[in-house]
């Protein structure tokens, strides 16, 4: 196989996209695509070879997996060994569980699984991983366990059973992909059998260059440099116009692997894309791109774990430099030694492979069973970090997950666990809401049965409790339905309805102008039309409507409302921004925002619900109780030992607590005035 350096080229175009991508930089909001390029590049340079080698009678399967782990292992144990030090130093016991689970998964390249149950690629705790990046790599890995047995298997039937036989698999993972991208989207993005067609995308060039290459040598140049332009266009429209919202990795998808593949074909000698992508600057980091792309994620994610601000963009660029300089070294004393078979026997790769392997994870089952060294840390540090724990304990059971299209068929309320008080079989309180409904529902409801009112807990995650919403890959709409349903026919007087409000009224996340700033996005949200009855210019006017709305149903019910207005968010993760301040000054007296950020946020929020007038209408407003009254014109996080957060916007049990004596007087003033109108009825019917 000729070298190519255009491809090298290539793979620049791939890997400084994902790095500042991740280095938070908001233009290069598609370029996690680089990976897909990766992938497609992989597929085609793989198969060029396998078809080779096959063609040619010499192929080797133990031969094929050295070159894998000359390839793959030695900048990859590099990497993860110096890691562990500031891992050591830096994480918290959560985060170093975490990670040292990531060990275990990177090593045995099944990343991928452990990254796909944990968490989302574009949530803000994936910015805390500092191997979240090497998901890609399992899942090529996983696909060069398949595919040269495949080839083993079906090469004697002839090139068009092959090629049959692949365009079948192209089209079920496709299918997959665009499916999952839908309903299942974590799934989608990180496992194989939604990725397997893009590394086919690849294989496809391969076996058209190794089949017709004399065809494809006599197009015309201008029909190689019309293609190859369209081709990069495409790459570098998904890495500026994508985002964390565009349905991947369904058809979208199909625009940078495309555009991929029109590059490997027409970016020939002569062209304009060819002479770009064989420049030496873009070669020489296309040469180091593999090491680029494993040092990049530990580097920035350990800037964030240190910084008691969200790291700037200098830094943050600083460190894209920095990735770079690391990339060469790696390159040049790891990976080109390794890759030598002269100066290294396939016994010394293997041997070292398996013994670096069995070490890496014993260090992370290690990590695993102590919970992540908790005794390396001091004591008032562990006291900061356990608050993140100190959340509601029915959440498993009465704290419904991301539910997706269909599975709000399967909600059954209340579940006997979720209702606490005297008379399970007669609730007179629900609490309705998304993860802040969940986050204060504990502390109420316990307190709701200790004044002897039987309560019930439903909310659902990353959806408020009002039909109309729909987020991507999430039935609010529906769940919402068959919650008001069973309200409606229940024997709940009173609803309280706890929730982020800001999730539907804007899309971007809290910035507390003091350095805390929340990564990803609220949305995508979508308002169903047959609940908007106009058409409004803004999100923020249909989600007021369907607000109004909502509430109003309830109250035609005959149900109370009592509304928690919104929770002052903080920005940044209270426990760990206590950890990081006692790790840089030794101690930690208070940890408070501005109340003018939260009052510029929250301000027409609070227009809109006080905007909501009924008699039966109780109102809790947090600020009153968070804000200005423990420090003049802050938000308090925590004061003292006291914790009032476990995340970022999340209030901790000790935080939930704060809100319970006005919530039960608005419990006993809806109940006292419900008992009055039942007197009043009683009285009418005796003196009829």
Not at 220 to 228: E, M, N, R
Not at 294 to 320: K, T
Not at 365 to 371: E, I, K, V
Not at 627 to 646: E, F, I
Request: include cysteine; charge should be positive; aromatic fraction near 14%.
């Amino acid at each position: 196989m000729n070298y190519r350096p255009e491809i090298d080229g290539l793979r620049t175009i791939a890997v400084v996209p994902v790095i500042l991508f991740h280095a938070g930089f908001k233009i290069f909001s598609g370029g996690y695509v680089g990976v897909d390029v990766f992938f497609v590049i992989s597929g085609y340079l793989i198969t060029t070879i396998l078809v080779s080698e096959f063609e040619q009678g010499k192929f080797s399967l133990l031969t094929f997996y050295e070159r894998r782990a000359r390839r793959i292992l030695p900048a990859l144990f590099f990497v993860l060994f110096a890691c562990l030090p500031f891992a050591w130093m830096w994480l918290l016991p959560d985060y170093m569980t975490d990670f040292a689970q990531s060990l275990i998964g990177v090593v045995t390249f099944s990343s991928n699984f452990l990254f796909w149950q944990e968490t989302g690629y574009f949530n803000a705790a994936a910015e805390l991983k500092p191997l979240l990046h090497t998901w890609s790599l399992a899942v090529e890995e996983q696909y060069y366990i398949f595919f040269p047995l495949f080839l083993m298997l079906v090469w004697r039937f002839g090139m068009r059973h092959v090629l049959v036989l692949l365009a079948m698999v192209f089209i079920t993972s496709l299918a997959i992909g665009h499916w999952g991208a839908l309903h299942k989207p974590e799934a989608a993005f990180f496992l194989l059998p939604s990725r397997a067609w893009e590394l086919l995308v690849g294989a496809f060039a391969a076996f058209y260059i190794c089949n017709l290459r004399k065809f494809h040598e006599s197009l015309d140049i201008k029909l190689h440099q019309l293609l190859s332009v369209i081709g990069l266009a495409m790459v570098t429209y998904s890495i500026f116009a994508f985002d964390g919202g565009t349905l991947f990795p369904g058809l979208p998808a199909l625009v940078p692997t495309v555009g991929t593949v029109l590059i490997i074909l027409f970016a020939s000698p002569g062209t304009l894309v060819n002479k770009v992508l064989s420049s030496k600057g873009l070669v020489g980091i296309g040469l180091i791109s593999y090491s680029a792309y494993l040092w990049h994620q530990p580097l920035m994610v350990f800037a964030r774990h240190r910084s008691l601000e969200q790291p700037s963009e200098m830094l943050m660029g600083f460190l894209c430099l920095v990735t770079l300089i690391m990339a060469y070294i790696s390159w040049r004393y790891v990976e080109k030694p390794f890759r030598e078979k002269k100066a290294t026997s396939r016994k010394l790769v293997f041997s070292a492979g398996t013994s670096f392997a069995a070490i890496t994870i014993a260090i992370g089952l290690f990590g695993h069973f102590t919970q992540g060294f908790p005794k390396r840390l001091p004591e008032e540090v562990l006291e900061f970090a356990a608050e993140k724990k100190n959340s509601n304990p029915l959440a498993s059971k009465c704290h419904f997950p991301s539910l997706t299209e269909g599975a709000y068929g399967k909600l059954e309320f209340p579940a006997p666990i979720c209702v606490l008080g005297p008379d399970k079989e007669n609730i007179q309180v629900a609490l309705l809401g998304d993860s802040h409904g969940n986050a204060v529902a504990y502390p109420i409801l316990k307190s709701l049965e200790a004044a002897g009112i039987t309560s019930t807990q439903i909310t659902l995650s990353g959806c408020q409790p009002f039909v109309g919403f729909e987020r991507w890959a999430k039935s609010c709409h529906a769940s919402n339905m068959k919650i008001e349903t069973f309200i409606r026919n229940s024997s709940i007087r009173t609803v309280i309805i706890a929730a982020r409000w800001t999730s539907n009224y804007y899309w971007e996340m809290f910035d507390n102008s003091e350095g805390g700033v929340e990564h990803g996005s609220m949305g995508p949200v979508t308002y169903l039309p047959e609940f908007v009855s106009e058409q409004f210019d803004t999100r923020a006017e249909k989600a007021a409507e369907l607000w109004r709305k909502g509430i109003r149903r309830y109250l035609d019910m005959g149900k109370n409302v009592i509304l928690i207005y919104p929770i002052p968010e903080a920005g940044w993760n209270v426990p760990d921004q206590l950890a990081k301040t006692y790790f840089q000054y030794s101690k930690v007296e208070s940890l408070t925002t501005p109340l003018k950020r939260y009052l510029e946020r929250n301000g027409p929020i609070i227009s809109v619900l006080d905007g909501i007038e009924d008699p039966k209408i109780r109102r809790v407003r947090p600020r009153k109780i968070m804000c200005d009254s423990l420090v003049k014109d802050r938000c308090v996080n925590a004061m003292g030992t006291k914790v009032y957060y476990h995340d970022d916007d999340h209030l901790s049990l000790t935080g939930a607590a704060l809100l319970v004596p006005n919530v039960m007087k608005a419990v006993k003033s809806l109940e006292s005035q419900h008992s009055a109108s039942w007197s009043d009825k009683t009285r009418s019917v005796q003196v009829r």
